[in-house]
């Protein structure tokens, strides 16, 4: 430490440091303030070197967190100040440049004359300038003079001339085709090391900053024309590909540096993959991509998913996709649901052929059921009904996987359909007769869900049906459970029971009525504007497209219109993607299948799932049955579908007639904040409630886990469409809410499953997004969810002498914080103790002698652990809206966020409001004022 | 471009905080703490970048890197490349540890005024001046000088 450095300073620094707690500190703070403000009001006895010395100290201020609210006009003497070092101090205080400035800088910087140093913050100035306004430069003018700029040698020069070029690109690529050829050129110095001054290699890498940013420039031109350009840029980027396996090697001395050039290839090859060229030679990397999939850390994980999303092709489709099923099982969940979809799209982009795309979907449901969306499952059904070479392969893998001990529920769907539609394909094959299938599906019938229920009721009578003329034996299995299920709690299921124990009396006609599905409409895959969908709002999921939205540059837009559509690849399945490019019909496709929420089952039951919608279904159903038989044979869906159009006339006034006494605005039947109050002290309870709908919640708390089941329960006799529901979790929660079904029939309910993680200690909550339609108004609402702080905590009972020794050793801030709190809503102690245990804050009674006070334990869990956290809290009997209240764990923001999470639970909001002094009395600068 | 340069300790104390926008005092507080939170949820082998947009502003990054009792982290945009911010962080990191022979955190605790001169010297208004760290470093001996010339 040779430096000489203001003694004043280090004192000040030195006697914050020591002081024990927020309190002293402050304390010393303000009479710091104090005392440079009386210093400033005498301003004639300071010397420069005071000056400087107490615009430093009120920086340091600044620093702590402190508001400081004078002194700015000594800053700007300061600036003024005829000394350097003084005009130095000033400088640092924030610049502000005016726009006549704007002439002056273009000068500096072109002027040849001029000091690098000068010319390179004239660069800055220039962009800072143009940031705050783009007529500073216009751009015939500065295409040339940019162009002339990038003739400079100096690397310090470029790369500022190189940050202001990329700005002026963004904004106008067109502008500056003449830099193009000069960006090359400066890439291929770079890389080939010529003339490159020792002091700017970076670990042997000749400027990376500039190399990153020339590139970046280049990115905004992705079609060359000129061959010769084209030529060189390619030879660059091969350089640069070859080289990064080398420097990684070479670099073993810190282990920091190896992340940093793995993510640095794959960073720039995410990039590059944009320019077509290239693929080729990063195909050769596909290895160590593969291999980043595995990384610990999420970010390079996503990259490196992305990465073989985006270099996908029919060569090496099928190892990538292995690859991807392979390390599904071993993915943290944050990432799978991405990772299933983007295998199912891969495999339905690239499919070599149509049995291993079956193969690939079904491997996913069983490894990664929970991840695979509806869309995924729906996506294969529609292929096998289209490809009818398909049906047995598909129906015989089907089978093999029901034959195993724990099938997922989606499994269990999939494989109903597929086996009810096509079982009869297998009939000659051994154990596969309608009479062994049949108890391999109702093995799993008991354990799965009503909806699921209902779908295998419907494979049940389409088995059944195929199995013609007829094996008594399996049609009395059958009708036994068809009877079983007349008399089912679940109304969908029920009235499949009864209307499939009817039709199946029906012998010949049955058939009809039963056949096999016809084929679907092409259409755009669901799963492809899913991906795409999802590209555009994931956080995280990719910064380049990210940040290719977000640049309207007309030239990049086409690059990745060009890989998502996948127009270069070569598409087998072309039943999928062909004459569905224009979005818009897919669009209109989609709207239109749209309100048959379960797309798929609504189809496999005919007639009689439509016939649910409305009350009068049932009466009416054996009328449809009768009259049907002629006409249905041909199409059974769309000739049903006229004849329930009458009953739902009469019923449809009487439900809008409920609905205009309150249609404008559908308010909740009670209070919300009261209903979330209640939930943060209980499990379960109601969440939301409006004549319609009705939301409940049921939660299971673990540790840092945690499941909450969302009950959707539609109280109304119309079915609520357009249902949505989104959790936005804040940021210390990690948690995912599969997609809820966009119907609910009336009556019934819903249930979501919602998994939690907590990742540190927060007083944020997170905010369920909501809204349905009831057939006349939508609704909305955003709901706070009770996943509150309290849900990560349990119950520590301590021992006295365990706790004061924990209690000792956290000594003083930030580990242990305290605070007096006003404006408290008066409770006695034993109702502050109740308060207490309900949050899991366990009170250890007499463990103060003075019972005034309340000394109380708790462990709070998130995913790094448990943290045991110690509290007292200190009454005054005399006014029990004050208390002092001391919180004191190992982690320091575990601390600070329990204690304020108590004291809003002790507070009376209400009271706070009435009373601002007690509010403003916490922050420095009005103690400060206070003071004055 | 650079939106804040931060160096804390792991205990999350803020040893020189540098914002290139105008940021309200107690948002600047707020962003601090939730970086700190952030960072100290990170284990070791995880990568020095993490996704700030709701910390700071949306597609902002943190860039970070960890020596011995202090983070150093630079808040930006989507205009800057993690890599080459990375790199930055070691040239700064290197400066300083030249001026200082072998710096430590009290080093930054009591000269954070150096520290500010260096970082100035590096960036400026939000934007990469220089990546010669022979050539800070002489920019700052000089001021230096000037200082002690008064």
């Keep these: 430490m040779a430096l000489s450095g203001m003694r004043g300073l280090s004192v000040f620094i030195s006697d914050v440091r020591n002081c024990q707690n927020k309190e002293q500190e402050r304390l010393r703070v303000d009479k710091e303030l104090a005392n440079i403000r009386t210093k400033f009001k005498h301003e004639k006895g300071l010397t420069p070197y005071e000056k400087k010395k107490y615009v430093w100290k009120m920086l340091y201020i600044y620093m702590l967190g402190y508001d400081v609210d004078f002194g700015h006009m000594e800053t700007v003497a300061l600036i003024s100040a005829p000394k350097y070092a003084e005009k130095q101090v000033g400088n640092v205080g924030g610049k502000e440049f005016s726009e006549s400035l704007a002439p002056d800088v273009q000068k500096l ?62 904004n106008n690529p067109d502008g500056y085709w003449n830099c193009v050829s000069k960006c090359v050129k400066i890439i291929e110095r770079l890389t080939r090391s010529q003339d490159i001054p020792q002091e700017y290699t970076y670990y042997g890498i000749p400027s990376p900053w500039l190399q990153v940013k020339t590139m970046r420039v280049l990115q905004y031109f992705p079609s060359i024309e000129d061959p010769n350009i084209r030529k060189s840029l ?32 794959l960073e720039n090859m995410t990039r590059m993959l944009l320019v077509a060229d290239v693929q080729e030679s990063i195909k050769r990397h596909q290895a160590q991509i593969i291999t980043s999939l595995k990384d610990p850390d999420i970010s390079i994980r996503r990259r490196s998913l992305d990465l073989l999303y985006g270099m996908c092709d029919v060569t090496n489709a099928k190892d990538i996709v292995e690859e991807l099923l392979q390390y599904l099982t071993t993915a943290d969940f944050a990432i799978r649901e991405e990772l299933a979809l983007k295998a199912a799209i891969l495999a339905e982009k690239f499919a070599p052929d149509l049995s291993w795309y079956v193969d690939v979907i079904l491997q996913l449901i069983e490894k990664a059921g929970d991840f695979v969306s509806d869309d995924i499952w729906y996506r294969v059904v529609q292929f096998v009904t289209n490809n009818e070479d398909l049906q047995a392969y598909a129906a015989a893998t089907a089978r093999d996987y029901l034959d195993k001990p724990a099938v997922h529920e989606t499994m269990v769907k999939v494989a109903g359909y597929l086996l009810g539609e096509y079982s009869h394909l297998l009939a000659r094959r051994p154990g596969c007769s309608p009479r062994e299938i049949f108890p391999i599906i109702h093995d799993k019938f008991p354990n799965v869900a009503t909806s699921t229920k209902a779908l295998l009721l419907s494979a049940y009578i389409k088995i059944l049906m195929h199995s013609q003329p007829g094996d008594p034996e399996l049609q ?38 039963m056949a096999e599905m016809p084929k679907f409409p092409e259409r755009q895959s669901a799963l492809l504007k899913k991906a795409e969908d999802t590209d555009g709002d994931a956080a995280e999921l990719s910064a380049t497209k990210l940040r290719l939205q977000q640049q309207t540059s007309n030239a990049v837009v086409v690059v990745n219109q060009h890989s998502a559509n996948g127009t270069s690849h070569p598409a087998p399945l072309s039943s999928v993607s062909s004459g569905t490019r224009n979005i818009d019909r897919g669009f209109l496709e989609q709207s239109q299948v749209g309100p048959q929420h379960n797309d798929v089952p609504v189809k496999a039951a005919g007639m009689v799932q439509s016939l649910t919608a409305d009350l009068l279904g049932d ?34 006034p009487l439900a809008l007639a409920v609905l205009d006494g309150n249609s404008s605005s559908v308010q909740p039947v009670g209070s919300t904040s009261d209903w979330f109050n209640a939930l943060c002290k209980k499990d379960s309870g109601v969440l939301y409630e409006d004549p319609f709908i009705q939301i409940g919640i049921k939660g299971e708390w673990r540790g840092p886990q945690g499941r909450v089941v969302i009950f959707l329960g539609n109280k109304h006799t119309v079915a609520l469409t357009s249902v949505r529901a989104i959790v936005l979790p804040p940021s210390h929660l ?28 927060s007083r944020e909550v997170p905010v369920l997004d909501f809204s349905y339609n009831n057939s006349a108004v939508t609704v909305g609402s955003k709901l706070r969810l009770p996943v509150v702080m309290s849900k990560f905590l349990q119950p520590a009972p301590i021992s006295s002498a365990d706790f004061v020794a924990i209690w000792r050793s956290l000594a003083g801030p930030p580990n242990k914080l305290q605070e007096v709190v006003r404006g408290v809503n008066p409770m006695l102690i034993s109702e502050m103790t109740e308060l207490f245990n309900m949050f899991h804050i366990c009170v250890s009674p007499g463990l103060d002698p003075n019972p005034n006070n309340i000394v109380a334990a708790t462990t709070f869990f998130s995913e790094s652990g448990a943290t045991l956290c110690l509290v007292r809290v200190e009454t005054d009997p005399a006014d029990r809206t004050q208390l002092r209240l001391t919180v004191a764990s190992t ?42 | 471009m650079i939106n804040a340069v931060l160096v804390m300790n792991t205990q999350g104390k803020p040893r020189l905080t540098k914002f290139y926008k105008q940021v309200p005092v107690e948002k600047q507080q707020e962003i601090i703490r939730a970086i700190y939170a952030v960072l100290s949820s990170r284990g070791e082998n995880y990568c020095n970048f993490a996704d700030a947009s709701n910390i700071s502003g949306s597609d902002n990054k943190l860039v970070y890197k960890h020596f011995a009792t202090l983070y150093f982290i630079f808040v930006v945009d989507g205009a800057e490349s993690e890599l080459a911010i990375l790199d930055l962080i070691q040239v700064f990191v290197e400066t300083l540890d030249r001026i200082f022979k072998n710096v430590c955190e009290l080093d930054i605790v009591y000269n954070f005024n150096k520290v500010h001169t260096v970082l100035d010297e590096i960036v400026m208004g939000g934007q990469v001046v220089e990546t010669n760290s022979a050539d800070v470093m002489k920019a700052v001996q000089d001021i230096f000088k000037l200082e002690r010339a008064v």
């Excluded at chain 1, 310090?156 to 690109?169: C, I, Q, R």
């Excluded at chain 1, 995912?736 to 009556?747: A, F, K, S």
């Excluded at chain 1, 809003?904 to 009435?914: C, G, K, N, R």
Aim: charged share 20%.
């Design chain 1, 109 to 170: 910087l072109i002027s040849s004359s001029c000091r690098p140093l000068v010319r390179k913050k004239a660069a800055l100035c220039l962009l800072r300038l143009y940031r705050k306004n783009a007529d500073v430069v216009n751009v015939e003018g500065w295409s040339d003079r940019m162009a002339q700029l990038l003739d400079e040698r100096d690397i310090g020069v470029l790369t500022a001339v190189m940050s202001l070029l990329v700005s002026l690109v963004a």
């Design chain 1, 734 to 761: 990690r948690m995912q809410l599969p997609p809820v079904p966009e119907l609910i029939p009336p009556r019934a309910q819903v249930q979501c499953p919602l998994d939690v993680l907590s990742l540190h200690a």
């Design chain 1, 891 to 932: 982690d320091a923001s575990t601390t600070f966020e329990l204690k304020e999470y108590i004291k809003e639970q002790l507070v009376d909001i209400s009271s706070i409001t009435a009373n601002p002094a007690t509010l403003g009395f916490t922050g420095p600068a009005a103690a400060l004022a206070g003071l004055l």
């Design chain 1, 234 to 265: 390619f030879e660059v980027l091969q350089r640069i590909l070859m080289g990064t396996d080398v420097v990684k090697n070479v670099n073993k001395n810190n282990a920091s540096h190896a992340v940093l050039f793995e993510a640095l290839s």
């Design chain 1, 476 to 513: 009395k299995q059958v009708l036994s459970v068809f009877k079983k299920y007349e008399t089912y709690l679940d109304a969908e299921v029920q009235q499949r029971a009864i209307e499939y124990f009817v039709l199946s009396q029906k012998g010949p006609s049955m058939v009809d009525i």
């Design chain 1, 619 to 652: 009466l009416l159903a054996p009328l449809a049955i009768e009259a049907a038989p002629a006409s249905v044979a041909a199409t059974p869906t769309t000739a049903i579908l006229p004849l329930e159009e009458p009953p739902v006339g009469p019923a449809d």
